[in-house]
């Protein structure tokens, strides 16, 4: 059993930054399959960001160049910096892993 508990998201303006965290506690052998996802009002759920290998990362083409994903292997955690932050980021952000989700922490781009 795989507990995950996502936190970092907030109210930012456009431009912003923010930083999420995914704390991961249970029966975790592969921090690098853990993902991002995100879900607007409105929309499907769609895969933000996650680790292929060690030397390649995958990207929303939306968040390219913006979204950074990292891990810190001690803490079982997974990050999400954002930067350069748009209305479209709106949605709230899940944690995944394999088959395990977080309950979701909200994103709000907005002046």
């Known amino acids: 059993q795989v507990e995950l508990v996502e936190s970092g998201g907030g109210l930012v303006q456009p431009g912003g930054s923010l930083k999420l965290s995914c704390v991961a506690s249970g029966s975790i052998f592969d921090i690098k399959r853990m993902r991002w996802y995100r879900q607007a009002p409105g929309k499907q759920r769609e895969l933000v960001a996650s680790?292929?290998?060690?030397?390649?990362?995958y990207y929303a083409d939306s968040v390219k160049g913006r979204f950074t994903i990292t891990t810190d292997n001690a803490k079982n955690t997974v990050y999400l910096q954002m930067n350069g932050l748009k209305p479209d980021d709106t949605a709230v952000y899940y944690c995944?892993?394999?088959?395990?989700w977080g309950q979701g922490t909200q994103v709000t781009v907005s002046s």
């Open positions: 680790i292929i290998s060690d030397a390649y990362r």
């Open positions: 995944n892993y394999i088959v395990s």
